[in-house]
């Protein structure tokens, strides 16, 4: 997409900005924004979240997929907000997480309040709350930078305030977030049609596996084989498998395939984890798989020596891993060399 440039642009003064038109100037955000924290009702009084008022937590924020929201998980009465220590904002007011995650933000659509892990940004009479809400959401890494603490990062109400951002004209400032209203409205629709079709394939994907390896090829007929489409069918006695063409066996995996255990070369003997050029497939590189998929490298390698002092084998090419901890299934076909396999997949 082509943008027509300004006639003339300055220097922002603010690094991450760069350089902005002539006309604009550059602010601290408490300058166009009334900042406003949140507070969290007593849970143990029941009563106090049987009301009507929107309250949002960066969890509400976080499962946003617009820019606008109304509706909120909880909500409270006006008793609670009245002794709680929150505060009601007007709609059009910007919903900034502040803390676990920084950065999540909506447009309030309602009048509504927060919790603690939120600030809200009451816009003054020049400041459009669609337009800074777009700058906003490209400013969650500068905006994590100025979090402080040690448990979790928290963005305090003066790093926010102090923030510097750009101030164009009130006409400008809606023209640019009514064409981006525009713009983003059709690239949302065009990745949610993307979505669906990525979903649509992995299903037919599926699909086309379930079929091949439990009822046979289309057009591949044979006696030896059993690969006829068209071939009678009998009960597997498996109800996942369903029906098989009736010249197919059933067994169990043991009698097709050597099944091995991995193992870990003890970490505290650095021996076992220097110099090393045995691949060592782990729950991480599964993590990176696209389901039935080949695995040539591996994140770590261990020694010759840790594998000889351990219960590890090289596994030959063409052999299959699969996880059985924590995630139980994701396949891998090694390929290139040897692989070793540690405890955590199974072949």
Request: charged residues 20%.
């Amino acid at each position: 997409m082509n943008y027509k440039p300004y006639p003339k642009y300055k220097d922002s003064g603010v690094e991450w900005l760069g350089e902005v038109p002539e006309g604009w100037m550059v602010i601290a955000l408490k300058h166009r924004f009334q900042i406003v924290g949140g507070s969290t009702p007593k849970s143990e009084t029941e009563a106090y979240w049987e009301g009507d008022i929107p309250w949002a937590t960066p969890a509400d924020l976080s499962k946003l997929a617009s820019l606008h929201f109304s509706n909120t998980q909880r909500k409270i009465t006006n008793e609670e907000l009245a002794s709680c220590g929150t505060t009601q904002v007007p709609a059009s007011s910007i919903i900034l997480s502040t803390r676990a995650p920084i950065g999540s933000l909506a447009i309030a659509e309602v009048p509504m309040c927060t919790n603690q892990g939120c600030k809200s940004l009451v816009p003054s009479k020049i400041a459009n709350s669609t337009f800074y809400a777009y700058l906003l959401s490209i400013s969650s890494t500068e905006l994590n930078i100025r979090g402080k603490g040690t448990t979790f990062l928290e963005l305090s109400s003066d790093e926010l305030g102090a923030f510097k951002l750009p101030l164009p004209p009130l006409p400008e400032q809606i023209q640019i977030a009514s064409f981006l209203d525009r713009e983003c409205g059709k690239l949302d629709a065009l990745q949610a049609k993307q979505e669906r079709l990525i979903e649509l394939l992995k299903e037919k994907r599926q699909a086309l596996i379930s079929h091949a390896v439990t009822k046979g090829l289309p057009g591949v007929a044979s006696a030896k084989t059993g690969l006829d489409p068209t071939a009678k069918l009998k009960p597997s006695g498996i109800e996942w498998l369903g029906e098989v063409p009736v010249r197919w066996r059933v067994c169990r995996v043991k009698h097709v395939a050597k099944l091995e255990s991995g193992h870990t070369p003890s970490k505290t003997m650095p021996g076992y984890w220097e110099n090393c050029t045995v691949p060592w497939v782990s729950l991480n590189d599964t993590k990176q798989l696209k389901e039935v998929d080949y695995i040539a490298e591996t994140a770590l390698q261990i020694s010759e020596l840790g594998m000889k002092n351990s219960s590890a084998h090289l596994l030959p090419e063409r052999a299959v891993i699969f996880t059985r901890d924590a995630t139980i299934g994701l396949a891998a076909i090694t390929t290139l060399r040897p692989h070793h396999r540690r405890k955590d997949s199974g072949e």
